[in-house]
C-alpha cells in the first residue's frame, strides 16, 4: 500500500502518460463533434432514414470491438506498442475530411467504417503502452488521468459542435472541418511527444498470441476480471436511454444533449481521483462502490420522472463510469503477463463490448413492452448480479505483476 496524494501522482506520472491522455482528448473532442451531428445531418441533410443511421452504428461499433483483438495480439507479437496505435490514430485523422467532402450515404458509411477501424487498431496497443509506461504503483493513477483527459473531450466535443452550429447558423459542413484540427493534433502527438519503451531483453514473444495456449497463459486472475466486466457491462447499457428518458419526461429537445454533457463531466472529475486511490486500496472496493451508484442511478431513473431525478440518476451514472471504466484497465494491466498485455485488452475490449451490445437490445426491448421502469429495473438487477460476482471472487482480483 502506498501513500500517493493526487497531487502528488500527477507530479509522479511519467510524462508519456500525460500525452497519451491529451491524444486521446483531442482525438474525442474530434470525434464527438462529427458523431454528435451525424444523425441529424444524416436523416435531414442526406435524406437516410432512421434504419440506416441504426446500420451504420451497428456495424461501426462492431467493427472496432473485433478489431482490438487482432491489433492488441499484434502489439505482442511485434513486441512494439506505439505504431500500431498511431496507426489507429493516423487512419481515424485521414477520415475526418470524408466527412464534409461526402456527396452521399455510402460516403459516410465508408468514412465511419475506416474511423472505427483506426479506433479498433488502437484501443488495446495504447492501453497497453499505459501499461508498459506507468510505474506499477501509479497504474491506476496512470489510467484514471486518461481516462478523465478522454471523457474531457467527450463532452467538450459536443458543445463545441453547439456553439459552432449556433454560430454558424447550422452550416454542418464547416462544423465537420473544424473537427479535422484536433483530430491532426492528436497524431502528431502520439507520432512525435510519445517514447515507447524498450522491449524487456528477457520477454518471450509470444508466436501467436490468439491460440489457446495464449488465452491459458493470461491466467485465472485475468479471466475473473473479463467476466466480472462483462457482467459490469450488461448492467450498463448505452448512454442513449439516458437521453430517450431526458425526452420521455419532457425535457425540450435543445436541452436534451445536455445530459451527456453532465454525465461526462461528473464522469471526468471523478475517473482520476479514482485511479489514485485505487493505487492506495483494493480496486475491488471502488468497483463495489461503482456499483452502488449505478444502482442508485437505476433507481432515480425509474422512480423519479422529473427534471431533478433526471440530474440525480444522470450524475450517479457518471460516478458509476468514474468510479469502474479506469480501474478496469488497471484490472487488466494487474493481471496480464506483462508479453501478453496487447492480447489482454484486446480480449476485454471485445467481450465487453459485445456484452454492451446485448445489454443495449435487450434495453431496448424491454423499454418497447414495459417503458423506461422495465428497462432501469432490469439494469439494477444486473447491476445486483454483478454485485455478487464481484464479493464473490472478491481479492481473486486483485493481483499486482510488479
Do not use: C
Amino acid at each position: 500500500m502506498t501513500t500517493t496524494t493526487p497531487n502528488a501522482a500527477r507530479a509522479g506520472l511519467p510524462r508519456g502518460i500525460w500525452v497519451l491522455g491529451f491524444v486521446s482528448m483531442l482525438m474525442d473532442i474530434s470525434s464527438e463533434m462529427i458523431h454528435a451531428l451525424l444523425p441529424i445531418y444524416l436523416v435531414t441533410v442526406l435524406g437516410a432514414s432512421t434504419l440506416t443511421v441504426g446500420f451504420i452504428e451497428g456495424i461501426a461499433e462492431a467493427t472496432a470491438s473485433i478489431t482490438k483483438i487482432f491489433s492488441g495480439a499484434l502489439s505482442d507479437w511485434l513486441g512494439r506498442r506505439k505504431l500500431l496505435a498511431a496507426l489507429g490514430y493516423g487512419l481515424a485523422a485521414l477520415t475526418k475530411p470524408m466527412f464534409p467532402l461526402a456527396p452521399s450515404v455510402g460516403w459516410l458509411v465508408a468514412a465511419r467504417f475506416i474511423d472505427r477501424i483506426g479506433k479498433g487498431i488502437r484501443g488495446a496497443p495504447r492501453d497497453a503502452l499505459i501499461a508498459d509506461i506507468a510505474p506499477a504503483g501509479m497504474r491506476g493513477a496512470s489510467f484514471g488521468l486518461r481516462q478523465s483527459l478522454d471523457t474531457i473531450g467527450a463532452f467538450v466535443g459536443p458543445l463545441a459542435a453547439i456553439v459552432l452550429m449556433w454560430w454558424t447558423a447550422d452550416n454542418f459542413s464547416l462544423v465537420f472541418w473544424v473537427a479535422v484540427l484536433p483530430a491532426f493534433l492528436s497524431f502528431g502527438l502520439i507520432a512525435f511527444a510519445v517514447n515507447e519503451p524498450q522491449p524487456d531483453p528477457g520477454r518471450q514473444p509470444s508466436t501467436n498470441p490468439l491460440k489457446v495456449d495464449a488465452m491459458r497463459q493470461l491466467g485465472g486472475a485475468y479471466w475473473r476480471v473479463v467476466a466480472v466486466g462483462v457482467v459490469f457491462t450488461l448492467a450498463r447499457f448505452s448512454e442513449a436511454f439516458l437521453i430517450l428518458r431526458a425526452q420521455n419526461i419532457g425535457l425540450n429537445a435543445m436541452w436534451v444533449p445536455a445530459v451527456l454533457v453532465l454525465m461526462n463531466v461528473v464522469y471526468a472529475l471523478s475517473a482520476y481521483p479514482a485511479g489514485v486511490l485505487s493505487d492506495r486500496i483494493n480496486r475491488t472496493g471502488l468497483l463495489t462502490i461503482g456499483l452502488l451508484f449505478l444502482a442508485g442511478a437505476d433507481l432515480a431513473l425509474a422512480f423519479l420522472p422529473n427534471i431533478a431525478g433526471l440530474a440525480l440518476g444522470v450524475a450517479l451514472w457518471g460516478l458509476h463510469m468514474g468510479l469502474t471504466q479506469g480501474l478496469f484497465s488497471a484490472l487488466v494491466a494487474d493481471a496480464a503477463p506483462q508479453n501478453l498485455r496487447g492480447t489482454a485488452f484486446g480480449y476485454f475490449n471485445l467481450f465487453t463490448g459485445l456484452a454492451l451490445l446485448a445489454a443495449s437490445v435487450i434495453a431496448g426491448a424491454l423499454w418497447d413492452a414495459y417503458g423506461p421502469v422495465g428497462t432501469f429495473l432490469a439494469g439494477l438487477g444486473f447491476a445486483l448480479v454483478a454485485l455478487a460476482g464481484l464479493l464473490g471472487v472478491g481479492s481473486g482480483l486483485a493481483v499486482e505483476r510488479n
